[in-house]
């Protein structure tokens, strides 16, 4: 059949008895048809089956022809059926319709309880690039779907210089209720905290805990010694985990032992818990200290908690936190691991006592080596730990992991030319600049840069190893070639031009 053909067919079904054969007819118009059907499509669009309207309106936004819709397909966005407000909309948009008209019907179908058909309301003001309703813009940002407060969200930044919308989201923000009131809070900038303060205290109390949430954050970052104390009598009542871990999270610098209950009953919870611990460390002393201590021995508390509880402890640096730590160090939980390496890290930095150096070092240099999740947390605890130097070079020489080699080596000083050891040191990094593993080139490069940068001069026996220095400076790995660049230009511009002598 033709076209012609199919044309004539599709024109003579527009009126068959049946509906179903009238919207084919017209879904056919809308794929064949030019502007001499626009007649069948807008009368079409008085059909009293639904089916066949929505085929109309289909079939129009197909067409192709601004002028053929835009009297028939503002009545059918308001149409009852929701399927033809779907498919009016969606033609609308396709045409690019404009006007009072058409913004006033998408600016209804904001509010239009099928939630297809508020996307759609959405998208087309989107592209129409006005807000349509303010308020029944903003209220959407409380909408249950995604895909409705999500676009909603974009519009709102699309208009956020509208005067309405902009008088909408403060009102919303003061007065707004459940999410929609909770989605403005989170989208304010910082500095509508004070104009706003009165309203977000009562948000403290709000029904809602998203809203008592945004509350919590904006409030935590005001600096009130009125409104901490206003914090902490909102975290003795607070019964949302969430809300708890906010309002946590904000007071977890103030040390003010009125906390310390109040924290300690979120230990047990998986949200809240890891800032409660927090708080306890800053406190770490009398009952807060208790809590910590009995918390981390509590298996049926969650990991992260009892890591959080772990860091506090080490960063408390008590006499009792090097023997509390060092048993969790193999712990199979790798979030408890983490916590107890943060605590060590802590209480290496702040200074160990001296009968708990060489027990830290022991234990810390053996973990490097077993422990490949936390392998450069491990490092970090043994920066600065002298007394585990032995065992690091030991590592750096015969540890079967690249990763452990490397970490070894960016322990290794490599910058005092009168000690024999660290001339030992300059020799793992000329070795280590042919390792086939990237990390360990890339820390030998790092550690003859440290002794060009402490010394001034080449490292002693370096020259047979310019050629290297030159190849890694083509290597595929970004940061290897920018450290082996860097060497070399520090090497020539240095004082010494020759090596030192040999090792």
């Known amino acids: 059949m033709g076209a012609d053909h199919q044309i004539v067919f599709f024109v003579r079904e527009s009126a068959a008895p049946e509906p179903e054969r009238r919207a084919a007819a017209l879904k056919g118009l809308g794929r064949r048809g030019w502007a001499a059907h626009v007649p069948v499509l807008t009368e079409a669009a008085a059909d009293p089956e639904p089916s066949v309207r929505a085929a109309a309106a289909r079939a129009l936004g197909r067409l192709g022809i601004p002028e053929a819709g835009r009297e028939v397909l503002p009545r059918l966005m308001g149409d009852a059926d929701p399927d033809v407000r779907r498919r009016a909309c969606v033609a609308a948009t396709r045409l690019g319709l404009r006007g009072p008209a058409v913004v006033g019907v998408f600016a209804r179908l904001l509010s239009d309880p099928d939630h297809h058909v508020r996307i759609l309301a959405l998208e087309g003001l989107a592209v129409l690039g006005v807000p349509g309703d303010a308020a029944a813009l903003v209220a959407l940002l409380g909408d249950p779907d995604p895909a409705v407060w999500g676009r909603a969200g974009s519009l709102l930044y699309v208009c956020e210089d509208d ?29 509508c905290t004070e104009p706003l303060l009165d309203s977000l205290l009562d948000g403290l109390h709000d029904p809602s805990p998203q809203v008592r949430l945004q509350a919590a954050r904006r409030l935590c970052h005001v600096e009130q010694r009125q409104l901490q104390d206003t914090l902490a009598a909102a975290l003795r009542t607070e019964r949302d985990p969430q809300v708890a871990a906010a309002l946590l999270s904000g007071l977890g610098d103030q040390a003010d032992e009125r906390l310390s209950d109040a924290a300690a009953r979120w230990l047990r919870d998986p949200v809240a ?19 910590l201590r009995t918390a981390l021995a509590d298996e049926t508390i969650p990991a992260r908690t009892r890591a959080a509880c772990a860091t506090a402890i080490g960063a408390g640096g008590r006499w009792d936190a090097v023997w509390l730590l060092l048993p969790l160090l193999d712990d199979p939980d790798d979030d408890l691991r983490a916590g107890v390496l943060n605590g060590l890290e802590h209480l290496v930095d702040n200074g160990l006592r001296p009968w708990e150096r060489h027990p830290v070092a022991w234990a810390l240099s053996a973990h490097l080596e077993t422990d490949a999740r936390h392998t450069w947390r491990t490092r970090d605890a043994l920066w600065g730990l002298t007394q585990a130097l032995p ?50 080139r890339h820390e030998a490069v790092l550690g003859l840069r440290r002794w060009v940068d402490a010394n001034g001069s080449w490292p002693p026996g370096a020259e047979p190893s310019r050629d290297r220095l030159t190849a890694l400076t083509a290597d595929p790995s970004p940061r290897l070639r920018d450290a082996a660049t860097g060497l070399l230009a520090a090497l020539d511009s240095g004082p010494g031009t020759a090596p030192s002598g040999p090792v």
């Open 163 to 191: 005067e309405d919308v902009r008088a909408e989201v403060i009102r919303t923000a003061r007065q707004g209720r459940g999410a929609a009131r909770a989605r403005v809070l989170e989208r304010l900038p910082r500095q």
């Open 273 to 291: 818990g890891p800032p409660a611990a927090r708080v306890l460390g800053a406190l770490d002393r009398g009952p807060a200290a208790t809590h």
């Open 391 to 440: 065992a690091v070079r030991r590592l750096a020489d015969t540890a079967g992991s690249g990763e452990v080699r490397a970490a070894a080596l960016s322990l290794l000083d490599g910058d005092d030319a009168t000690d024999e050891h660290v001339r030992h040191d300059v020799r793992r990094f000329l070795r280590g600049l042919d390792d086939p593993h990237e990390p360990v």
